[in-house]
Every structure is written in structure tokens, then in C-alpha cells.
């Protein structure tokens, strides 16, 4: 019933929700109030990692940031051409023999959870894609220091692979969606697969992930109307929506104006519903969270551009061809691969990593000086 409901059109939609049918950025200057942000947000993670005797110096940055999650990449293809992520004309694709292979991954990761990473997050492209998928999260989720493996994917061909998916230790998802009108969906993905994308949702529910997050590119004159209609999805179902900033990657033709900041999204759904109240979040979140009472979901707000939450970041991302990236918005990259394959051991990986690390600045570019910096399409960095 959820999929039916979620597949009529936008006017016919909209009467359902009123009646509950679908219940089923600026950058930062060093200084002291600056350094005490940093302090404050790490010092809880670095009192937990040294208990555990995970604490790694490699890790950690000039700023005292604490990097204990790795997102990587498995690939630079994808099922779906979506406006936001890929250039209009494709991308270019790195030659099969420049990606990382299973093997290679596997060893890359091991470097970094033996630093002190407990938790990666599969990307693309879209990572369902890859045929060994199952066997990479088998690999992955049996290193000794990992707590959580995690997937973010368009939900286009996850059905099928959700129980080997969980089986082999994927313990939390992500799905994309960012409208709920299949014509639309059509539109922004250039390609078919409203309906799949929803099925997903629905069994990723039924095999046990509690909440499934649902990532919405919010932009205006496209989905903005539909803020209250996903923030309905979170009424009876355990789900998670995390409205998502549009964001500036190379051809995506970012406009400032199609911005729909925090502050607007967090108006329009507190007007709907003034139940609308701040959860605690971790130090190191990047989402803001709410609950909605009554709710058995939540809805938070990644807020990137207007607000951003750089002095807690503790990720690193991995790319399909090797390269490590510090900072998602950030042009610099480290090269892992070709050392990799000339042998070098894990303690030589380790050096390049944390000088790597050490150079990783206070706070991305301000949010016209990342529209202007060059960096590779989202497809090619996985979020």
C-alpha cells in the first residue's frame, strides 16, 4: 500500500497527506572561540577511542579532529544520470585498470580501521552496482575495530541484494530520493525507477534497518513544495529523512538560488508541525535532528552551505581510483593506488595518510569560493 500511495500524482498525493493516509556555508578563521569548538567537539572522541586502545595519531589533524569515519568509493558508475551529481554530458570514467579492486579496497581499509576508523560508509556511482558488493561487505564488516558498515545507494536495484546485504553485515542505509512524484523522479534522474527506489525503502524496513535514512536534495522550484510530504514518510514508519543542502560539483550548474537553506526547510516543516523538537546529536553529526511528536521517524537537516560543521568533521573519503580526499569540498588529493600496487607496506601507507590528514584545513571554502574552486563531479567523489 505505501508504494501505491507513494506512486499517485502530486495534486491527488498532497489531499492523502493532509488526511495521514501515508502513514504506512562561510568559512572559520583560527582563533580562541574557534580552537575551543574544536576541543570541545573531539575531546569526548578521543576520551572514548584512548579507553578502547584504538587511539591513532595518524588520524588525527593539525586542529586536533579525530577521523574515524571512512566513506569509499566502489565505483564510478551509476544506474541514474541525477542533475545535481552528474554533468549533463556524462563524466568522464576512469579506465577499469585505474579502480581499486576488491583486494585493494580491503587492504586500504584495514590501514585506516587499524588507525582508528570504526565506521565506513560504501558509496558510488552507486555502489549496488558492483557485483562483488556481498562479498566486499562480508570482507569489510569482519575487520577487527569496525562497529558500523554502512551503505548509501539509490535504491534502484537494492531489493534484490537487501537480505545477502544484511547477512554479510550491513548494519545501517541510506536510500536517495528526492521527490516523491515519479514524473519528477524522472526528470532529475534522467532515467526510470521511482517505483524500485520506494520498494527499497519498504524492504530495507522489513528486513530490519531501524531508522532506514532517506537523503533529499532539497532545490527550489523542483521538490521544495514536497518538504511537508517527506517529513509525512516519518509518521508511522521507522524512517530518518535528512533533508540535504544543494551543494556546488563540477557541472551540476549550482545557482545560489536554488539554494533552499536550513532555515527555510526548518521553517516550512515547524509550520506543519509545531510538535517539531531538537534531538541531542553526536559531536561529530552532521546532520541537525528532529523529532516530531507522534512520529515514529525523525527529520534532520544537513545543513553544508549555511551552517556548516566543520570544526567536528571526522570523515575521510577514499575514491574509486585510489585517490584520498580530506575534505569533501576541498580540490586535493592523495594518490593511495600506485604506491599500493608498488608495494609499499601498511606503516608507508600510514605516512602518506596522515600527512595527508595534517595538512586538512580548519573549514571548507566559504559557499561562493566552493562554486568557483574546482573538484570532480559528485559521481566520482560518492558523497
Not at 579492486?101 to 576508523?117: H, K, P, T, Y
Not at 550548474?253 to 536550513?262: A, M
Not at 506543519?272 to 516530531?292: C, H, M, V
Request: with cysteine; aromatic share 6%; glycine share 6%.
Amino acid at each position: 500500500m505505501f508504494l501505491m500511495r507513494l506512486s499517485v500524482g502530486p495534486s491527488i498525493m498532497r489531499r492523502h497527506v493532509l488526511k495521514n493516509v501515508w502513514r504506512s556555508f562561510v568559512g572559520i578563521k583560527r582563533n580562541p572561540d574557534i580552537s575551543s569548538v574544536y576541543s570541545t567537539s573531539s575531546a569526548n572522541l578521543r576520551d572514548s577511542l584512548l579507553q578502547e586502545n584504538t587511539f591513532s595519531d595518524v588520524l588525527v589533524d593539525s586542529f586536533g579532529r579525530m577521523h574515524t569515519y571512512l566513506r569509499i568509493s566502489l565505483t564510478e558508475r551509476c544506474n541514474l544520470r541525477c542533475q545535481y551529481c552528474m554533468p549533463a554530458d556524462g563524466a568522464d570514467l576512469s579506465p577499469r585498470t585505474h579502480l581499486l579492486s576488491q583486494d585493494e579496497v580491503i587492504r586500504l581499509a584495514n590501514v585506516f580501521v587499524s588507525s582508528g576508523v570504526s565506521k565506513i560508509r560504501l558509496t558510488g556511482g552507486e555502489p549496488t552496482i558492483r557485483k562483488d558488493i556481498e562479498d566486499i561487505c562480508v570482507r569489510l564488516s569482519s575487520l577487527k575495530g569496525l562497529k558500523n558498515l554502512a551503505m548509501t545507494t539509490n535504491g534502484i536495484v537494492l531489493s534484490r541484494k537487501l537480505p545477502n546485504l544484511k547477512d554479510a553485515g550491513l548494519s545501517s542505509l541510506n536510500i536517495s530520493l528526492d521527490t516523491l512524484v515519479p514524473a519528477k523522479f524522472e526528470f532529475m534522474t534522467r532515467r526510470k525507477g521511482h517505483d524500485s527506489v520506494i520498494q527499497s525503502i519498504n524492504d530495507a524496513i522489513e528486513v530490519g534497518y531501524n531508522p532506514v535514512k532517506v537523503n533529499c536534495v532539497v532545490m527550489r522550484g523542483f521538490n521544495d513544495d514536497e518538504i511537508c510530504d517527506f517529513a509525512e514518510l516519518t509518521r508511522e514508519k521507522p524512517i530518518n529523512v535528512r533533508f540535504i543542502e544543494f551543494m556546488p560539483f563540477d557541472g551540476n550548474v549550482w545557482n545560489v538560488k536554488k539554494l533552499v537553506t536550513y532555515k527555510e526547510m526548518l521553517h516550512i516543516v515547524k509550520t506543519r508541525y509545531p510538535s517539531l523538537k531538537r534531538l541531542q546529536d553526536q559531536p561529530t553529526e552532521t546532520a541537525k535532528n528532529f523529532g516530531i511528536e507522534g512520529h515514529e521517524g525523525t527529520v534532520s537537516f544537513i545543513t553544508s552551505m549555511t551552517e556548516h560543521f566543520c570544526a567536528g568533521c571526522n570523515r575521510l573519503r577514499l575514491l574509486a581510483d585510489g585517490n584520498f580526499k580530506v575534505c569533501l569540498f576541498g580540490p586535493s588529493e592523495v594518490g593511495l593506488r600506485d604506491p599500493l600496487r608498488r608495494g609499499a607496506t601498511d606503516d608507508e601507507l600510514k605516512e602518506i595518510i596522515s600527512a595527508a590528514v595534517k595538512r586538512k584545513k580548519a573549514s571548507h571554502a566559504g559557499m561562493f569560493d566552493i562554486a568557483k574552486t574546482p573538484n570532480r563531479p559528485m559521481v566520482h567523489i560518492g558523497g
